[in-house]
């Protein structure tokens, strides 16, 4: 008993404390970025040749010598790298800066810009109190490490959403407007959080700084390639982006009824059954005024792209459980909550990890979609408490006993 009360108290000292947590995340780039560059060379889909641990990055590094020496960013490069390309040429071009950086020092940096926009989007959340900041923080720990490991941009995604919220708060849309448009020519599903601006007035200054962002970024590449090249780059884009979605089902809702189910419904229906119900709540035309709602959209918006995602891998997942995090937290806690909230941190964030055997995560979560499940129930969750429950803030300062 003595052991579980130093626990709590050693638990409570470091969520308040803003300092320690952001040491653990910055331990956690300098550790991904350590085991990537000591870590063996693998293959991909038994092909013969060895690839780097930190594949990911690669694909990001070389993508931007591909574009200024005017290669086709679009095909394999596989004496390079295993995998496609698939974010847009003004990623490939910002991502410049890092890639002239020795491959070691940039993967450091590059998953430390990871890592600490999402800790400092956090942060910027308006309206709730520093230790609930830092429990949310602290939930998404070892999500944030699994993200973190794989290279990959999705911890920036959902710090680009969180700020994104934050600004619209503020009524700071230019910004608001940036951190948005950016997440679109990172991954395409961030055009699903448009639907925040119908949360806020002057929507009109919403719409023309977000056209102003879209034409910069999308006009950007200029500066690298010539006007033919640059026509040629946003086809072939487009093209791998509409051949993609045939590829896989991914850890997605889709993945979900056809597993579980049985059901191999058409993607574009899923998809469409899953825009309808995400949009309903935006019928509550009154409720906007509610700082709760309006957190739970967001909560919806980072939970929505992922399990609609027919894309979506473990990886993935760090944006699905920020959006559980703004959904606990920012409201007032409920036993039902809490209780799912425990089996998302069970099953979705733990689920990959050595804590299972393998047996258990090869032979029945991987192939039963175990990790995206929690998060589709919460989103259902969402939605229902958009629609039906009375939103109530999340008492500040202190952790209270939840309701039934």
């Not at 809490?338 to 032979?363: A, K, Q, Y």
């Amino acid at each position: 008993m003595l052991g579980i009360i130093q626990f709590m108290n050693a638990f409570n000292r470091l969520v308040i404390s803003k300092r320690s947590l952001l040491f653990i995340v910055l331990a956690i780039a300098a550790f991904a970025t350590l085991q990537s560059v000591f870590s063996h060379p693998k293959t991909f889909a038994n092909q013969p040749q060895l690839y780097t641990t930190y594949n990911n990055y690669v694909i990001f590094k070389q993508s931007f010598f591909h574009l200024i020496e005017g290669k086709n960013l679009y095909r394999w490069h596989v004496d390079e790298h295993w995998d496609l390309f698939k974010y847009s040429p003004a990623f490939a071009l910002v991502f410049g800066i890092l890639s002239i950086m020795p491959t070691f020092v940039g993967l450091f940096f590059w998953n430390l810009i990871n890592v600490a926009v999402l800790f400092f989007s956090v942060y910027f959340l308006p309206r709730i109190d520093l230790r609930t900041k830092g429990l949310m923080v602290s939930f998404m720990l070892v999500e944030l490490l699994t993200a973190t490991q794989n290279e990959q941009s999705n911890a920036l995604i959902a710090g680009l959403l969180l700020f994104g919220f934050g600004f619209l708060e503020r009524d700071k849309y230019w910004m608001a407007s940036l951190c948005i448009v950016s997440t679109i020519f990172i991954k395409l599903f961030g055009i699903v959080a448009l639907a925040l601006y119908l949360l806020y007035p002057n929507k009109l200054k919403l719409a023309y700084t977000t056209a102003a962002w879209v034409i910069l970024l999308t006009i950007l590449p200029i500066v690298a390639v010539t006007p033919e090249q640059f026509v040629v780059l946003y086809k072939t884009w487009w093209k791998l982006l509409a051949a993609d979605r045939d590829f896989s089902d991914g850890l997605s809702v889709i993945g979900w009824l056809k597993i579980w189910f049985s059901l191999d419904v058409n993607k574009a229906y899923v998809n469409l059954v899953g825009m309808a119900l995400f949009c309903l709540p935006l019928l509550k035309i009154k409720s906007y005024g509610n700082f709760v709602f309006r957190a739970l959209m967001l909560a919806s918006v980072l939970v929505w792209v992922v399990i609609f995602n027919h894309r979506a891998e473990s990886p993935t997942f760090i944006i699905a459980i920020a959006g559980v995090a703004v959904w606990y937290y920012l409201q007032a806690p409920t036993r039902l909550n809490h209780v799912l909230l425990v089996l998302t941190f069970i099953f979705t964030t733990l689920s990959p990890t050595d804590l299972f055997p393998p047996f258990i995560r090869n032979e029945y979560f991987w192939p039963y979609v175990v990790k995206a499940v929690p998060c589709i129930i919460i989103w259902g969750k969402i939605i229902y408490d958009l629609l039906f429950t009375e939103l109530l803030p999340r008492p500040a300062e202190a952790e209270v006993a939840p309701q039934s």
